[in-house]
């Protein structure tokens, strides 16, 4: 078989790289995903997926479309995070809120190895707890580059920058935010 490039749709680039995760507005998919927006989201409808497209945050994603028992087709494996992970996604989904009401002048939230460990060590203040969590420290930063939820920015110190992603508010939500927060007011009463 023979590939005919007249019969490829122009927009194949982008299905195989949201097939794979975000698109952000920075990669050169980004200009074909919006210009073909309204295709890929039938495209993608007809098998199950929703596009998200996040214009005003620069990324898009996709979504299974869940039946009304919850049940979905499995196109996209769903990752049970661990209590660090998830403790970490809360975290840095509250900076980035906060960044956000904040009047920066920066677009992006970006941040250091050094802040994010000083901020995760408020939350392990069982000796022991800290001890792993500064041992298992870089596992979980790689960790959040591979979801998606931070990207490295510089390497070749002991303190490299991070960008934390915006794609982290499609998967924590304000009311999680509120909710950990809640649940930590009340860890402090008892």
């Known amino acids: 078989m023979i590939l005919e490039k007249d019969k490829i749709k122009p927009y194949t680039q982008v299905i195989i790289e949201l097939f794979k995760g975000a698109v952000y507005s920075e990669d050169k998919q980004w200009s074909l995903l919006l210009q073909y927006k309204f295709e890929l989201m039938k495209f ?4 199950g997926l929703e596009l998200i497209v996040q214009d005003s945050d620069g990324y898009a994603y996709l979504l299974q479309i869940q039946s009304e028992e919850g049940e979905t087709l499995g ?3 769903r990752r049970k995070l661990s209590y660090e992970q998830s403790v970490f996604c809360i975290l840095l989904r509250g900076w980035l809120n906060d960044f956000e009401m904040s009047e920066s002048e920066n677009r992006n939230l970006l941040l250091q190895k050094s ?3 000083n ?3 408020i939350f392990f203040k069982d000796i022991n707890n800290q001890e792993k969590l ?3 420290f870089d ?3 790689t960790e959040m580059n591979n979801l998606g939820f931070l990207k490295k920015l510089s390497d070749g110190n002991d303190n ?3 960008e934390v992603r915006r ?3 499609s998967k924590v939500t304000i009311e999680m935010l509120e909710e950990f927060k809640n649940n930590l007011i009340m860890e402090d009463n008892e």
């Not at 993608?44 to 098998?47: H, M, R, T």
């Open 134 to 136: 500064f041992k298992d």
């Open 167 to 169: 794609i982290l508010k």
């Open 44 to 47: 993608f409808s007809e098998l």
């Open 119 to 121: 901020r995760m060590e």
């Open 115 to 117: 802040d994010l460990r």
């Open 139 to 141: 596992k979980l930063i």
């Open 160 to 162: 490299p920058t991070y």
């Open 75 to 77: 196109w996209i494996q």
